[in-house]
Every structure is written in structure tokens, then in C-alpha cells.
């Protein structure tokens, strides 16, 4: 067991720094390039290059930094349930949205702002942020990191620290960091019930999608559930409510694949097809 335990910690070792390795050398060149480009096909040439370049070192890694002969590889397939699963999940990203709220709304306004700034609006920012970021991180941060973990570590834990490298990746924006490790949660569950990254990246859109569309309409100064309900009482049942959803969700999805083996459902999918 301690040996999969430092095999587990090497790997994410491993992807962090091939991730700020890409990020460095896409500095470099996105700077190169800064004076060539507009605003809008900076950013996104800012936000891709690290995954595209860190996203097949980290498979290489996983596939042969260990002596080679890995059965590592990119779950992408579709079953009938998983738009079930995208619907449920949806439902429930908003649910947990709704629990996390007032810590969010506790936060300083200029992490909002500086949000707002970073993401920016228009065709380039919708890209970016609702096509571009759900594709490339789903692949780095569940497809690679989790499914490492996973395959070491029982599922709870595979969940939990993938989500916390996912939330660290959005610092210094706190309100950020916290929405996007809640969410990296329920998608890591997700992605172990569906074995496919498909439902995560649909998921991740959904919820990139709505709060690009929650900027461009009230700015920083988004309207909370709770003035949105306009009464106290509606709003405790809707809180409430919410956050039992979130914590039967979580127990049951935990339950589901606590006791599975990553490697059993690999096989299992591979009989299936």
C-alpha cells in the first residue's frame, strides 16, 4: 500500500510540473506572439498552449514513465445513461452552487473584478471559457490526475485531492478556487460512474456557460439566491433542500464507486464494448 501511495504522489508530482513547465515555455511564447495578435486570440493562445503541450507529456508519463507496458489511456465513449447523468449533475453543480453561496458572497468583491477582467467578453471569451477550458481541463485534471489517483487510491481520495489540485490551479481568485474545487468534486464522481470524459466536459460547459452568461448580465454584481427568491423563508426551504440533495448525491455516488477497483470497471467497459 505505501508504495502506491508514493507511486500516486510521483505521479501528480509529475503532471504538476509538466503542466508548469508548458505553462512557462507558453509564456514565452505567447509573449513572442502578444505583439501580433489582438486581445481575444491572445487569450485563448495563453490558455491553450499549457495543456496542449502539457496534456501529451502527461500521457507519455503515465503511459511509460514508469518502465512502460501502462494500459493508461483517454476515456472518451458514450452510453445511454450518460444523459441522465449530465442532467443529474447539472442539477446538482447548481445545487452545491446554491450551498456555497454565502461563503462565496463573504469573499471581497475585487476577486469577482479581477474575474470579470481576466475572462473579458465577446466571441474569443466564449471560446476560451465554455469551449476551450471544459475540453482541455477535463482531460487534464479528470482524465489524467484523477484517473492516476484513482488507480491507487480509493475513489474518495482520488476525488478529493484531484479536486484540490483543480481548485489550487485558480488561485489567487478565491471565490474561484472554492466554486471550482466544490465542482471538481461532483464531476470526479461523475467521471468514475460514467468511466468517460465526455459527461464531465459537457457538465464543465453547462456551468462555464451559465456563469459567463451570470457576467455579461449582472457584472460583479450578481444577484444572489437569495435576492433572487425576494423571502427569507422560500429561501431557507431552497437552501436547505440544496443542501440535501448535495450531501445524499455525494453519499450515494461515493458509495457507488468507493468499493469498485478503477481497473475492474476498465474491464468491465472493455467486455462491454
Known amino acids: 500500500m505505501e ?40 487569450m485563448l493562445l495563453t490558455y491553450m498552449l499549457p495543456f496542449l503541450l502539457a496534456i501529451p507529456g502527461g500521457i507519455l508519463w503515465l503511459r511509460y514513465g514508469n518502465g512502460g507496458g501502462s494500459t493508461f489511456r483517454l476515456h472518451l465513449g458514450v452510453r445511454w ?48 471559457t465554455v ?59 461523475i467521471y468514475l460512474i460514467s468511466r468517460s470524459l465526455i459527461p464531465v466536459i459537457v457538465i464543465h460547459a453547462i456551468n462555464n456557460g451559465l456563469a459567463y452568461i451570470a457576467l455579461e448580465l449582472w457584472g460583479t454584481q450578481n444577484t444572489d439566491t437569495r435576492e433572487w427568491i425576494g423571502n427569507d423563508t422560500l429561501y431557507s426551504i431552497v437552501y436547505a433542500a440544496s443542501a440535501v440533495v448535495l450531501v445524499a448525491s455525494l453519499i450515494v455516488m461515493d458509495a457507488k464507486v468507493r468499493t469498485k477497483k478503477v481497473e475492474n470497471t476498465l474491464n468491465e467497459k472493455t467486455a462491454d464494448e
Open 3 to 42: 508504495s502506491k501511495h508514493r507511486s500516486a504522489w510521483a505521479d501528480l508530482g509529475v503532471l504538476a510540473a509538466i503542466l508548469l513547465g508548458a505553462a512557462l515555455a507558453s509564456g514565452a511564447i505567447a509573449m513572442a506572439a502578444s505583439s501580433r495578435l489582438d486581445k481575444g486570440p491572445l
Open 81 to 128: 445513461f450518460d444523459a441522465l447523468l449530465i442532467l443529474a449533475a447539472t442539477l446538482l453543480v447548481n445545487a452545491a452552487g446554491i450551498v456555497i453561496e454565502p461563503l462565496l458572497s463573504a469573499m471581497p468583491a475585487h476577486y469577482l473584478e479581477k474575474l470579470n477582467e481576466m475572462i473579458g467578453s465577446g466571441g474569443w471569451a466564449i471560446v476560451t
Open 131 to 189: 469551449v476551450a477550458a471544459p475540453i482541455l481541463e477535463e482531460i487534464f485534471f479528470r482524465g489524467l490526475v484523477l484517473e492516476s489517483l484513482a488507480r491507487r487510491w480509493n475513489a474518495r481520495w482520488a476525488v478529493l485531492g484531484s479536486a484540490a489540485v483543480f481548485g489550487l490551479m485558480h488561485l489567487p481568485i478565491l471565490p474561484q478556487m472554492v466554486n471550482a474545487f466544490v465542482m471538481a468534486i461532483v464531476m470526479g464522481y
